[in-house]
């Protein structure tokens, strides 16, 4: 039995998993929401009160436990003092603080520079520019930066480490010596003393902290091990694909599209068309880029108070199809607050149909994924060379039925949807594998295929609305 810590950015739970040959089974511990708060103005997480809900989990988990491991959203970190001590709530990645800070950076060093060293894509929350936001007050107290899972991990074991997948989305690890780039860090002037040393998915972390078992009832010498602790690393572990010809979505929060590839792709057509390269396990390497996923529909059901989503789902796939568009990457979607607003704004600016309704709302937004799913597929494929013949969809999103099938409408090829929880299996498999219980990735993907209920999605219709539509917001 494995239990999985698996936070992500709505939502965190603790699962348990039975894992052996043939079998994979899933038990939910713990669900818990994952608010973010402000204070004094600024956007925080609520770590401690997700800590918290973690030992609630782990006070759950059945006897007989083999180990556990942490996966999170990326980027975010916490910053220790020379005690050890936590210096302030860790910053949430949609906070302002950020504001103009990768601009400044890129004009300074060169995207080409940036993208040679890291080969991330310019996301204006990734660490390195919210570690230059940071206050020098700050940055002089801090003596290490751990990254949210690493974080929870010194909690439960004392041990602080750097988790490989996860360092790489920092845009501070050298994405050819898989370092942590020193030239770097020297020329932006941040302390390279604060970061860890690197942890490769597999590795062990510690065992429980004496307070900590006693806390969750769980035996002190309990390993923590490090999972694929980006919990994008670990949904892609656990995509259930054969062979190397497929496209994954990893829809929650955010859609992250892409490939999985044995080298980066570090060319100007790659950065120009903001494409990353990411860390996988066994040294994959993730060639994605982010999407806006579910957020601005998560966001339009917070600004109405939750209405019944299967209902409103229903009614949206009966509005005609491709009328009101946005482009969901538009960086104005990215702030919390006021989204069907923004939608509606966004749609009149372009000279798009207003949504009228909520259930044209939601068709607005999800038309718009599909197409934006639909862009990333094909550029992740010409840019790699990666022949692409199946789409595999996983996350919460697998279970919204409409944007699967209008994924595979406007990718033009089959969707294959699930498992849901994706993250936890991966984050269980990498641990299992630690373990001696599972083989390679690709075993651990054809356990995925045999035992989780997926469902495939045929493209239907005229391909050509889809061009359309996309050539119409720039998606082309
Ligand atoms: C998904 C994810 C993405 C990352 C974003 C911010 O949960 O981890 O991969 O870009 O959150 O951390």
């Not at 302030?88 to 520079?113: C, K, S």
């Not at 020098?136 to 991990?153: C, M, S, W, Y």
């Not at 692409?388 to 090829?413: K, P, W, Y």
């Not at 969707?415 to 651990?444: F, K, S």
């Amino acid at each position: 039995m494995f239990a999985a810590v698996d936070f992500g950015a709505s939502s965190g739970r603790v699962m348990a998993a039975r894992v052996g040959p043939g079998t994979l089974e899933l038990a939910e511990l713990r669900r818990f929401p994952n608010r973010p708060v402000r204070v004094a103005g600024t956007l925080h997480w609520d770590i401690l009160g997700l800590y918290g809900n973690v030992l609630d989990g782990l006070r759950a988990a059945p006897s007989g436990l083999v180990s556990v491991g942490i996966d999170s959203w990326a980027v975010d970190y916490g910053l220790l003092d020379e005690r050890g001590a936590l210096l302030g709530n860790p910053v949430h990645y949609r906070d302002a603080r950020t504001d103009g800070v990768m601009e400044r950076v890129r004009a300074e060093l060169g995207d080409d520079h940036l993208y040679q060293v890291s080969g991330l894509q310019f996301l204006p929350f990734n660490t390195v520019y919210q570690l230059v936001a940071e206050s020098a007050e700050v940055l002089k107290r801090a003596r290490t930066l751990l990254l949210i899972p690493d974080l929870v991990g010194y909690w439960l074991t004392g041990r602080i480490g750097a988790e490989r997948t996860n360092a790489s989305t920092t845009g501070l690890l050298d994405v050819r010596t898989g370092a942590w780039s020193r030239p770097l860090l020297d020329r932006l002037g941040l302390p390279a003393e604060l970061l860890p040393d690197l942890r490769e998915p597999g590795d062990a972390v510690g065992t429980l902290r004496a307070d900590v078992a006693e806390e969750t009832g769980l035996r002190a010498d309990l390993p923590v091990t490090a999972v694929a602790s980006h919990d994008t690393a670990s949904a892609v572990a656990a995509v259930p694909a054969s062979g190397e010809r497929f496209g994954y979505i990893s829809c929650g929060t955010w859609s992250l599209v892409g490939v999985e590839l044995p080298e980066p792709v570090l060319t100007e057509a790659s950065r120009e068309a903001n494409f990353t390269n990411e860390g996988g396990v066994d040294g994959t390497v993730r060639y994605l880029r982010n999407v806006m996923g579910l957020w601005p529909l998560q966001e339009c059901l917070r600004a109405w108070d939750s209405p019944d989503l299967p209902a409103l789902l229903a009614e949206a796939a009966r509005v005609p199809a491709l009328r009101s568009l946005i482009d969901p990457d538009d960086p104005e979607f990215l702030p919390p607050g006021g989204m069907p607003e923004r939608i509606a704004a966004h749609c009149r600016r372009r000279g798009m149909p207003e949504p009228g309704t909520r259930a044209e709302t939601v068709r607005c937004v999800l038309d718009s994924l599909a197409l934006a799913h639909r862009a990333a597929i094909r550029q992740a494929a010409r840019l790699s060379g990666r022949e692409v013949e199946v789409v595999h969809l996983v996350g919460g999103g697998s279970r919204n039925e409409l944007l699967c099938q209008l994924t595979a409408d406007a990718c033009g090829l089959p969707v294959v949807a699930g498992p849901v929880e994706a993250t936890a299996l991966g984050n269980v498999l990498v641990q299992a594998r630690a373990h001696g219980v599972v083989g390679d990735l690709a075993e651990m993907r054809a356990l995925v295929a045999g035992t989780q209920p997926l469902r495939r999605y045929e493209p239907r219709g005229d391909e050509s609305a889809w061009s359309d539509a996309a050539a119409r917001i720039g998606l082309g």
